[in-house]
């Protein structure tokens, strides 16, 4: 069996015609994307089931994601929430050769803890609209699209935790022939910050807002039983002033940051089923603005990742990857890390109407907290069960580990999602979800610890 029929994925498109993203801008309580591995920059998008409106398990995700990951998706599996419900996914309307689906939500949500502190509770409700749009091609050889999405959010009573996120994405592939396949894409929008990403106290990140462009290209040449994958990846960061409840500022700018990489994949099929891959990367990271009394966060880093990406009909399908991470730092005063990384997702299919899906990383991360860098581990645990074509049950348990490397500071976080999907026709769903996290910390430097409940009611309009 070759390569091309072996491991070659789904075409974008019908992809695309299926997938609706989100923006991962929390404010208070997180928003999220889809996937927990993936290459930055790519359309971190959702499937026809309804996106969560509260917070979702990429609310994890950090900010330097690993190399390349295999695309293990052979369409030997489908998963819960990637099954197609003629009944009741959204057409679209057609123009031309494109079709457009819009969509808005518009929900409730009710947070216990908006600002992620143990040292003064304050709770509140905000009420959510997402409007958002995806219009894809539907051409037999190439495709084009473009996504865009809102996620606009006012508090009751605690209305500097307000936002306006919103995010553009266009994307293209073309088939050059018949082994040589080119993509590129682009990024931009306004953000909310997710508190798991251990480059602020938490207090201070519920609050963050940053503006982001990013670029990638990427080339993929298919030939028998190999995939080799080229692509170069480019993201700046722009952090927006800090505005806190009691009216005091803080600036961000030394925050600021631009990331180039680089990075390569080779794939081997073994069979349809089983494929050996191996990835490398090499990053720049560099900071326009020193904070005042600390060092250059400069910095140039490689990372090296092998393993296995397998769909096995009926039983399971995912990628395992284990590999080494150094980072070397422009300063002196920075310490030189290396160390050993990995990333994994495993999906199970145990029943015909359910899908258990685990997800792990372990990378290095820049911190402007303390100057330091730090270990960062992750893992997810997902159980997707559909009751009915149209009720689909959902529950994450997550945890982060994150291990300064220069100190003793650490913090463990835990989190845990159920979600209650209800698609009452092909323009109209409710969603009911919950959400409990935890956070504590070993020294104060890394911020206080803490505890939240949020809730949400929603509901959302398609076409």
Same mark, same amino acid.
Request: proline share 4%.
């Given at each position: ?15 695309? %015609?299926? %997938? ?144 306006? %996120? ?17 993509? %590129? ?37 298919? &030939? ?120 994994? &997702? ?7 109407? +359910? ?55 650490? &913090? ?21 979800? +919950? ?29």
């Amino acid at each position: 069996m070759t390569l091309s029929r072996a491991m070659v994925s789904r075409p974008v498109m019908v992809r695309a %015609a299926r %997938a609706f993203p989100s923006l991962a801008a929390p404010s208070g309580v997180m928003l999220g994307v889809a996937c927990a591995l993936g290459h930055p920059g790519t359309a971190l998008a959702q499937t026809s089931v309804l996106g969560r409106l509260a917070s979702t398990a990429p609310g994890f995700n950090t900010l330097i994601e690993p190399v390349l990951a295999p695309d293990y998706m052979r369409d030997h599996n489908i998963g819960v929430l990637d099954e197609e419900h003629p009944d009741y996914d959204a057409v679209g309307a057609a123009i031309g050769s494109f079709t457009l689906k819009p969509q808005v939500t518009l929900g409730v949500v009710g947070d216990n803890n908006v600002f992620l502190t143990d040292i003064a509770h304050k709770g509140d409700v905000s009420a959510v609209l997402k409007p958002g749009f995806l219009l894809a091609s539907d051409w037999s050889r190439h495709s084009l699209q473009l996504q865009g999405n809102a996620d606009l959010r006012r508090y009751a009573s605690q209305t500097v935790a307000n936002q306006n %996120a919103w995010d553009i994405f266009p994307s293209g592939e073309m088939n050059l022939g018949r082994n040589f396949v080119l993509h %590129a894409e682009g990024r931009v929008g306004n953000y909310g910050e997710s508190p798991y990403s251990s480059d602020q106290n938490p207090e201070a990140q519920v609050l963050s807002r940053f503006f982001r462009t990013g670029e990638l290209l990427k080339g993929t040449y298919t &030939r028998g039983r190999v995939r080799l994958t080229g692509a170069y990846d480019h993201s700046a960061y722009s952090y927006a002033t800090l505005r806190y409840p009691d009216g005091r500022t803080a600036d961000q700018r030394y925050r600021n940051r631009n990331i180039d990489r680089v990075s390569g994949q080779v794939e081997v099929a073994l069979s349809p089923s089983l494929a050996l891959y191996s990835a490398v990367s090499a990053d720049k990271i560099s900071y326009p603005v020193v904070q005042a009394g600390s060092v250059s966060q400069n910095s140039s880093g490689q990372q090296i990742l092998a393993g296995v990406s397998f769909d096995l009909a009926g039983v399971m399908r995912g990628m395992i990857g284990a590999g080494f991470t150094h980072r070397d730092y422009q300063a002196a005063a920075q310490p030189t890390v290396s160390a050993f990384s990995a990333q994994a &997702r495993v999906d199970f299919f145990p029943l015909k109407r +359910t899908t258990v899906t685990f997800t792990g990383q372990r990378l290095v991360q820049d911190s402007t907290l303390g100057s330091a860098p730090y270990i960062d581990s992750r893992v997810t645990a997902e159980v997707d069960q559909s009751l009915r074509q149209n009720l689909i049950a959902s529950l994450e348990v997550m945890a982060v580990d994150q291990s300064y490397i220069a100190s003793s500071a650490s &913090r463990t976080s835990k989190q845990a999602h159920a979600t209650l999907r209800y698609q009452a026709s092909r323009w109209l769903g409710f969603q009911a979800e +919950t959400i409990y996290r935890t956070s504590k910390v070993n020294s104060l430097a890394v911020g206080a610890g803490y505890s939240d409940i949020t809730m949400g009611l929603s509901m959302t309009v398609r076409r």
